[in-house]
């Protein structure tokens, strides 16, 4: 389903709606503070505030650009593409007499990480579960990494810039402890294969569903995303938490587009290489309903796509992870989330392996990592493997169901993985919590044969296999299906319509 991309949303930011600044004022918009990751290899948009109708310049790297601010002080100018840069330079802004001057930028690759808890998550709280985290974290080596992390509070409009007080950080072993584990570790693994500086805008919020993250017209072209915006609107949150696709809103930051105005559209456009998320549990815990997730996905990447007027910018997400605790909504909305990577130039890490027994899973490494593969091989080209097997298609053979992937050329095997350890091969040539449906949808427990990178299913319950499913359940422990390369195989369902889900009471 295509989506209209409302540019005249982006120019609302320089020219349509005011802002918490002080007219007359030379400034630049907050995102560019002391030691700030720019991208490299892409035009720069760069803006802020002056007196109306005054001349701005502004000085980089040896070149130097102006512009004219419009008669509200608006101004905004486009850098060109500067090569990646390890040392830090200063840029300064100067209008009339007055001037700013911003230090130790850098030049490399930028990222903006988003999501609820899990990529909010911190080091220190890994370090705490795992000591090989803990080591890195006091680790006094100082790597080119920046991580800016954004704290606004929820707004009901989007905000013209960021209100509080904006800081990227230097890596050091204080400041690495505070920051987001997921975000760190994958732009760690990026700094080392691609020896250029990376650099991180964080802007995660725990316990918050994907609604407050999307723009108000993303919510625009589909008939379930409209209801839930005009019940929100209605402030109707029972009847909204009970419908179909709904969602439970538990405060303000919840509702549609808030999170976003705050955190996300004040550092628009600051050019990037693409986006990072890490969300889900707040669509699919008790009392939630995960359906229509993807289309909840496709709103929010089309709708920071268009925020940054690129269409091509990647998103590259993760599908939640075992938990022995999570509700049945869990189990479908790690199937929504494997389908929205029909959304064009997207990636998913699959962490169906990475088990623990809290919600929010210590091992943030190979989430990371995994996050990272994705990017190497996806938008820096590298030749890679990056993925796990992913299903393609489920063929009946007699009483069995033949099943084809997506990245398991190399073969396939059933592995088990503890702790940050690499997989361990299963001597157990069946195991996968495989399952077969019959031709009247219930489901048998199967076992499962691997020939080369193909599977082949079957049950002695069934005689007429209809569909095949793959680890779908809230909490997949024990031997799993990965591909030769290492990567865990995602769960899947071939029917949709057979996936059981049923909502459950929120209080139970």
């Not at 929100?232 to 405060?251: P, Q, T």
């Amino acid at each position: 389903m295509k989506r209209c991309h409302f540019p005249l949303f982006i120019l609302a930011f320089f020219f349509g709606f005011e802002g918490n600044v002080v007219g007359g004022e030379l400034q630049l918009a907050k995102v560019f503070s002391d030691h700030a990751v720019l991208q490299r290899d892409a035009p720069l948009p760069i803006w802020g505030r002056a007196k109306p109708n005054t001349k701005v310049q502004v000085e980089f790297s040896g070149q130097k650009a102006s512009t004219i601010s419009n008669g509200e002080g608006r101004w905004r100018l486009e850098w060109k593409p500067l090569d990646a840069a390890s040392e830090g330079r200063n840029l300064t802004v100067s209008s009339g007499e007055e001037t700013i001057e911003v230090s130790d930028l850098l030049v490399g690759e930028v990222w903006l990480a988003s999501g609820q808890s899990n990529m909010q998550m911190t080091l220190a709280s890994s370090a705490k579960k795992l000591d090989p985290v803990a080591q890195i974290v006091s680790d006094p080596e100082s790597r080119p990494i920046r991580v800016l992390r954004i704290d606004e509070p929820d707004s009901p409009e989007p905000l013209e810039d960021l209100a509080g007080v904006v800081q990227w950080q230097i890596d050091n072993p204080v400041n690495r402890s505070r920051q987001s584990a997921v975000a760190y570790f994958f732009a760690r693994e990026l700094q080392e294969q691609l020896g250029v500086p990376v650099g991180v805008i964080e802007t995660s919020w725990g316990g918050k569903p994907i609604e407050g993250f999307i723009p108000r017209e993303g919510f625009q072209g589909h008939e379930v995303l409209e209801r839930v915006l005009a019940q929100a609107d209605k402030e109707d949150f029972d009847s909204l938490a009970k419908s179909e696709g709904g969602v439970i809103i538990r405060n303000t930051a919840g509702r549609p587009g808030r999170i976003f105005h705050a955190r996300i559209a004040p550092v628009a456009p600051f050019a990037i290489a693409g986006f990072l998320w890490y969300q889900g549990e707040s669509n699919a815990g008790k009392g939630e309903d995960p359906r229509f997730y993807r289309q909840k996905m496709e709103a929010l990447v089309d709708g920071w796509r268009a925020t940054w007027g690129n269409p091509e910018l990647p998103f590259y997400f993760v599908q939640l992870p075992s938990y022995k605790d999570s509700a049945t909504g869990w189990v479908r909305l790690r199937e929504e989330q494997r389908l929205s990577l029909e959304i064009e130039n997207t990636g998913m890490a699959v962490t169906i392996d990475l088990r623990d027994e809290d919600i929010h899973p210590a091992n943030k490494v190979d989430v990371g990592k995994r996050l990272a593969a994705v990017a190497l091989a996806k938008t820096y080209q590298e030749d890679i493997p990056f993925c796990g097997p992913l299903f393609l298609t489920a063929t009946r053979e007699g009483k069995a169901m033949r099943v084809t992937f997506e990245h398991a050329e190399g073969g396939l095997w059933f592995a088990r993985k503890n702790g940050l350890g690499e997989p361990v091969e299963s001597r157990l040539a069946d195991e996968g919590h495989f399952e077969l449906a019959d031709e009247e949808g219930t489901w048998h427990p199967a076992s499962a044969k691997i020939e080369g990178g193909e599977l082949v299913v079957f049950s002695e319950a069934v005689e007429e296999p209809v569909a095949v499913r793959y680890a779908c359940e809230g909490d997949a422990e024990g031997e799993l299906l990965y591909n030769r390369e290492g990567f865990p195989a995602s769960p899947f369902c071939s029917e949709l319509r057979l996936l059981p889900w049923k909502q459950q009471p929120a209080g139970n």
